[in-house]
């Protein structure tokens, strides 16, 4: 197939109609909105279709090269992409939304721009230097790599692996069993109830705190410290030792087939229990929450 390139300068459409396999994305300012749908509803629609709502500043190029869909400026490389500076990205700006098939590669790059990505199966991966990123009803791999953006997770099933210098990660009914996470000083809160594969959790923060909800009853060799922080622990079978300085929270859960690791330095850490779905609603805490003790847990 050959390759089509289309320069976009002002509001536009466009419907592909073979088939988008691989989707990149990069933006400075602005949207971006990536939908995996269905190929039959996207069939019914005439394809995988674009639609840049707004363009202010340099034009967006818009390649189609065999089933690749590049919608990018031209300056701005996926290679060494959060080390992009330049002082020209503030006089621009772009709304970009993308119905793509659910099986879909999605590649999204932000700079100052807010991204949501959701319904994709195929793999998943975010990079910005600044900017919110929301993740929805991802089944496939997801990483996500911020400077100073935050990363809110929902409902995300594949394995997840997110790096970041001061963003936030708040993971939210969270069905996958592997998460990965590690920051200099943004904060972490985790909500999991994983399904099918023993828990992989691994989390590593410098100065933020971290707040880890797993449901009852769970199978997790827990291995969980901070260095001068303090730290809460809902679970009767685990033990919290350390009276001064430096605080861990060891056990088993369960049958201890999964794995949940949790290090910060100065940053609070409290493990919470999810209660069964009957005893009503219970409200998710939020990172400045970290080193709160909620009603049944025990504090240090």
Same mark, same amino acid.
């Given at each position: ?35 995996? =749908? ?65 099986? =879909? ?16 199966? #195929? ?46 990660? =708040? ?33 590593? =923060? ?84 970290? #080193? ?9």
């Amino acid at each position: 197939m050959a390759e089509s390139t289309w320069e976009v300068a002002e509001p536009r459409k466009l419907t592909f109609d073979d088939p988008v396999t691989s989707l990149n994305v990069r933006v400075v300012n602005g949207t971006v909105n990536v939908v995996g =749908t269905d190929e039959s509803v996207l069939n019914e629609q005439g394809g995988a279709h674009l639609e840049i709502s707004q363009v202010e500043g340099p034009p967006l190029i818009v390649t189609r090269d065999g089933s690749t869909l590049t919608i990018a400026y031209e300056d701005l490389p996926w290679k060494g992409f959060l080390n992009w500076l330049d002082r020209k990205g503030r006089h621009r700006s772009a709304v970009v939304s993308v119905a793509v098939p659910a099986g =879909t590669e999605v590649e999204v790059g932000v700079v100052g721009a807010g991204a949501v990505v959701s319904g994709v199966r #195929g793999r998943t991966d975010v990079r910005g230097v600044s900017g919110d990123t929301t993740l929805v009803g991802l089944s496939g791999a997801v990483r996500a790599d911020t400077v100073s953006g935050n990363v809110e997770a929902q409902a995300v099933t594949g394995e997840l692996r997110f790096h970041s210098v001061s963003g936030d990660l =708040t993971v939210v009914e969270g069905a996958g069993s592997s998460v990965r996470a590690d920051s200099v000083s943004g904060d972490m809160v985790v909500d999991v109830d994983p399904t099918g594969e023993p828990t992989d959790i691994k989390l590593t =923060t410098v100065s933020g705190g971290i707040a880890i909800r797993l449901p009852h009853p769970t199978d997790a060799r827990v291995e969980v410290n901070t260095a001068s922080g303090a730290v809460s622990n809902a679970f009767e079978d685990l033990r919290v030792s350390g009276q001064w300085g430096a605080h861990k929270i060891t056990g088993t859960l369960g049958a201890g087939t999964g794995t949940l690791k949790a290090t910060t330095v100065s940053g609070s850490i409290a493990l919470l229990r999810r209660p069964p779905a009957e005893d009503g609603p219970y409200d998710s805490p939020s990172p400045s929450r970290a #080193g709160t003790a909620p009603s049944d847990t025990k504090e240090l």
